[in-house]
């Protein structure tokens, strides 16, 4: 996907960053304000809406039996995807994903995995033959910048709202028990937090105009302890070491505030 | 063989507590997306669905543009988490047919000919599926070229008839749909009085067959006083203050 | 409302019954007068008309437009101008007739992301419309800031012999340049005085079928500016 950003709106965007401010007149350090719905998709059993400024998200969690993969017999198994939908973009064409969404999934489950959220080693039936899956799918409505925090919410919201219904095996095929549910095994609550490099300049979690300007861009996700336990840099432009040293201290800073709204949706025993 | 789910009592109620002609709960809201031309979202019973319009625009790839009109193009889809079992996200044989009948339901409606070699996008989203689930993104992606102010001779407005325990009913459900006879859905002009939408699963008789037109075509009428109103709340009703 | 005869319609609406002239969104089908669009039906003389309140802007001769360049090839500038098609601004219209292919560097003159204001020179349903920058007031844009709103209420925001727009210029002293395309350029002194003039915009945008709109646009630019 690649806007065009007129010429004028730029020069502004970049002028403001030398007077400290920025487009939405945010500080340099401040996210866009947020919204979560939980609950919004009943036929998953978990689901969260969220809105990140003007970039929305739905996430839907859907847990079934599954066969485990071959050299991880005693886990279970994590799935997680996103689409941009094409409505949420006049640019958005639909078919098969590009390279930006297949990226933008593997840095949500990434952040996911990385961090130990789930402790897949709970969700086996029976070792190498049957486990529960967890398939975590975003499907993005409106696209105004940064998908990578918006999914990476919605996703956490949904995982952290969703029940675990129970199987029990009956001549090794996987039987629902009905009405016996518990909760899933979480370990840590990650986030994630994205920061824009423009003219040098860092700026937490940047809209659509920002994404347009910047030169780079890095992605952090730390769990609940403030350990950096996911990266990912992207953009065409470079990052210094003094840079990515402020990115941390920025995202670990960031990450408790988000933790604590994020944890608000997660189901007690 | 099916489990005796009583799918209508002696008192004429149905499963889901509705009498005989009565449709489920809908809602309608038109404008809600930020970068489409036009956009609706319904809740029709279950069904939750995102349409989104874009267009007229350039055609791509190229050779797909006419130069003596615009055209339409539809895209049906449902989320993973939409449905009971999840969805493989690739498109299925099912949501191409439904794309594809959603498209030729919605063409005899709109005007292109002013729009040559462009194209008009009607992106629908199924968040949540529930029975009739073309119809109500039917009624939404009508709503969602009106709200982009394309010009149409009529809005489409869909409903389906069926038959359950031997009786012609209205609107039917996700549960009618799999344990009952026959489904019938319908998309309707009703200005113009045209049929734009008709399918059939089941087997009715003749007498069967028209009774359950007939009812399909009030829904319809029903879901059009439901959609004229989405449109007159976004369009007419930020009032100062 | 100021006239009984003006009436709010959605698609497929009959508005009227007889042997009236249809003019613009509505078409006539068994004698009936049928909106194709939702907006504002008026009946005047033995015309009947919809004044839509959205839809994508159709290119006209000689209107003034804002276009965004979007790309540029050897011999023209591609511009987005918010239609359904792109516009294309030929070299020699900003080099003169010598233009050459080989000396002449596209990007010296205009860049991709650039604004200009400019003219549709020409435009039938076979090309897409031709885009001209050659004349006064014609260009690259160097300052203000763009807004975009629905095409369809352009003539709202100008007004009847352009009140509503002198209404707004007076009261934050903004220079404003509109686009028939709903793009618009908005200059102001500074960023405070800006948002007030974009405010104004938005708001006529969306109450654009509210009656007496002038005055209440001008009683919120009083209101505001007396803050």
């Known amino acids: 996907m690649t806007t065009i950003i007129d010429d004028l709106k730029k020069n502004k965007i970049l002028g403001l960053l030398k007077n400290e ?53 005693d886990k279970g198994i994590f799935i997680c995807t996103a689409e941009i939908l094409p409505l949420a973009h006049p640019d958005i064409e639909p078919g098969p ?84 549910e518990s909760i ?47 990266l990912q840099k992207g953009g065409s432009g470079s990052v210094t070491y003094d840079q990515l040293k402020e990115c941390s201290q920025i995202a670990i800073s960031i990450g408790p505030k988000i933790r604590k709204i994020l944890k608000q949706y997660q189901i007690d025993n | 063989m099916k489990t005796d789910m009583q799918l209508l009592n002696n008192d004429g109620i149905r499963c ?39 267009g007229p625009r350039d055609v791509h790839p190229k050779h797909l543009s006419d130069t003596n009109t615009g055209i339409l193009r539809c895209r049906y889809h449902m989320s993973p988490f939409s449905v009971t079992e999840r969805k493989n996200p690739a498109p299925s044989r099912r949501e191409i047919e439904i794309s594809k009948v959603i498209k030729e339901a919605l063409q005899p409606s709109v005007i292109l000919k002013k729009f040559p070699r462009t194209v008009v996008d009607v992106f629908v ?6 029975g009739g689930s073309r119809c109500a993104a039917l009624n939404a992606a009508s709503i969602a070229l009106a709200d982009a102010g394309i010009p149409m001779k009529d809005m489409v407005s869909a409903c389906a008839a069926g038959k359950i325990a031997d009786t012609i009913v209205l609107d ?11 489904d019938m859905p319908v998309g309707y002009m009703p200005n113009l009085d045209k049929i734009t939408l008709l399918q059939l699963d089941g087997i009715l008789t003749t007498q069967e067959y028209e009774k359950c037109i007939d009812v399909a075509i009030q829904g319809c009428k029903i879901v059009y006083e439901i959609q004229k109103k989405a449109l007159i709340d976004k369009f007419f009703k930020c009032d100062i203050k | 409302m100021e006239n009984d005869k003006r009436v709010y319609v959605t698609p497929g609406d009959v508005i009227t019954t007889g042997p009236y002239r249809a003019d613009q969104n509505v078409i006539c089908q068994n004698n009936k007068i049928i909106s194709t669009v939702v907006g504002i039906s008026e009946i005047y003389d033995n015309n009947v008309k919809v004044i839509p309140l959205s839809g994508i802007y159709m290119p006209k001769v000689n209107d003034l437009i804002i276009g965004k360049v979007i790309s540029h090839i050897s011999l023209s500038w591609e511009l987005d101008i918010n239609s359904c098609y792109s516009g294309f601004l030929p070299a020699h219209d900003v080099f003169g007739r010598d233009f050459s292919a080989h000396s002449d560097e596209l990007s010296s003159r205009l860049n991709i ?61 903004a220079s404003i340049i509109i686009g028939q395309n709903g793009w618009l350029i908005v200059s102001c002194k500074n960023q405070k005085l800006l948002s007030k003039t974009i405010d104004a915009i938005k708001m006529i945008e969306t109450q654009s079928h509210v009656a007496d709109l002038t005055d209440k646009v001008k009683s919120k630019l009083e209101s505001d500016v007396g803050e």
């Open chain 2, 172 to 182: 039917v459900n996700n549960e009618e749909d799999q344990a009952g006879q026959a």
């Open chain 3, 113 to 173: 992301g650039d604004l200009v204001t400019a003219k549709i020179a020409n435009f039938d349903k076979n090309r897409d419309p031709l885009i001209t920058i050659a004349d006064r007031d014609l260009g690259k844009i160097n300052s203000g800031e763009l807004v975009e709103i629905s095409p369809s209420k352009v003539p709202r925001l100008i007004g009847k012999r352009g009140t509503m727009i002198q209404t707004i210029e007076s009261a934050t002293h």
């Open chain 2, 125 to 130: 989203e199924v968040l949540q599926a529930d």
């Open chain 1, 97 to 180: 994903p590009g390279e930006d969404v297949i990226e933008l999934a593997r840095v949500v489950d990434r952040g996911i995995r990385e961090t130990s959220m789930l402790d897949l080693s709970k969700l086996v039936l029976e070792k190498n033959k049957s486990v529960i899956g967890i398939f975590v799918d975003n499907s993005i409505t409106n696209c105004d910048g940064n998908l990578f925090d918006a999914c990476s919410y919605a996703s956490t919201a949904a995982i952290l709202s969703s029940n675990l219904p129970t199987w029990k095996l009956e001549n090794e095929q996987p039987v629902l028990v009905e009405d016996q």
């Open chain 1, 21 to 73: 401010k920025r487009i939405d007149s945010r500080g340099f350090l401040e996210p866009r304000s947020m919204t979560i719905d939980i609950d919004v998709i009943q036929k998953a059993n978990g689901s969260a809406r969220i809105e990140l400024g003007n970039t929305s998200v739905i996430a839907g969690v859907k847990i079934q039996p599954d066969k485990p993969f071959p050299d991880l017999g």
């Open chain 2, 16 to 54: 889901d507590g509705r009498k005989i002609d009565e449709l489920r709960k809908i809602t309608i809201k038109a404008g809600i997306l930020k970068n489409a031309n036009g956009s609706a979202y319904i809740e029709f019973g279950n069904n939750k669905i995102l349409v989104g319009v874009f």
């Open chain 1, 184 to 230: 899933i095994p979480i370990t840590t609550i990650p986030v994630s937090v994205t920061m824009g490099i423009l003219n040098d300049y860092i700026v937490v979690d940047p809209n659509a105009d920002e994404w347009e300007c910047m030169d780079a861009r890095i992605t952090m996700i730390t769990n609940s302890d403030g350990n950096i336990c996911a």
